[in-house]
């Protein structure tokens, strides 16, 4: 199957820093990303739609200013949580969908979990 | 917004139980998916159904797709602590974004 890898796997940083998370998909073009917020024992929230070459689409009450997406290339997406704060701490992940596959199916990546001190 | 409710929220049971995780929506999708996510990593692709009336087994997972295409289930038979995770459905409207379940947490004690 598809492979999706997201680094870092974890991050702790100080408040008021920016932390960039990578998304990368290994073995497969992706034109489009999704990044996703993910509170304990909950679903998964959608951030941002990451497309190659335009700008993200953001989902209602998302910062576009705080979360910064850039997608440069067929393979990497990114996250930036710019001047991070205690509440920005969460487990994010992101997902790609392989170019032409009509069905829909999303491969994830393992996910990051940032804290915020 | 398409929205998909998925129930139990939470699932406790023994193992050798068996356990149905049910998905329901109002909105017709193309396809729907079913992904299990363990703490601290991405949630993994179990199966996609595409077809109204479709099942589909993995081992002792049965998933079923409804006629209409607007709800599916997930059955486990004889539950075991490997199968303890998150369980998430998702469904793929024919324009549009990925819409989520709320999840079901399911928890198989020894």
């Known amino acids: 199957g598809a492979v999706v890898s997201q680094h870092p796997s974890w991050v702790i940083c100080k408040s008021g820093t920016s932390v960039k998370i990578e998304c990368r998909s290994l073995d497969f073009q992706a034109t489009t990303m999704f990044w996703y917020r993910q509170f304990p024992k909950q679903s998964l929230m959608l951030m941002a739609t990451s497309n190659e070459g335009s700008k993200a689409t953001y989902e209602q009450g998302v910062e576009k200013d705080k979360f910064l997406i850039n997608h440069a290339s067929l393979t990497l997406s990114t996250l930036t949580v710019t001047s991070a704060h205690p509440e920005d701490s969460s487990f994010y992940i992101c997902s790609a969908r392989a170019s032409g596959r009509a069905t829909g199916e999303l491969f994830f990546g393992e996910g990051s979990r940032l804290t915020v001190l | 917004t398409q929205l998909l409710e998925q129930s139990p929220q939470f699932l406790s049971i023994q193992e050798g139980e068996n356990l149905t995780v049910y998905c329901n929506s109002s909105s017709v999708f193309s396809s729907l998916q079913w992904y299990r996510q363990e703490p601290g990593e991405g949630p993994v692709l179990l199966v996609t159904v595409v077809t109204g009336g479709e099942v589909k087994k993995l081992k002792r997972l049965t998933f079923q797709f409804g006629d209409a295409r607007k709800d599916s289930s997930l059955h486990i038979t004889a539950a075991q602590p490997g199968d303890t995770g998150l369980y998430l459905c998702?469904?793929?409207?024919?324009?549009?974004?990925?819409?989520f379940g709320q999840g079901t947490i399911l928890t198989v004690h020894p």
């Open positions: 998702a469904g793929a409207p024919y324009y549009g974004k990925l819409t």
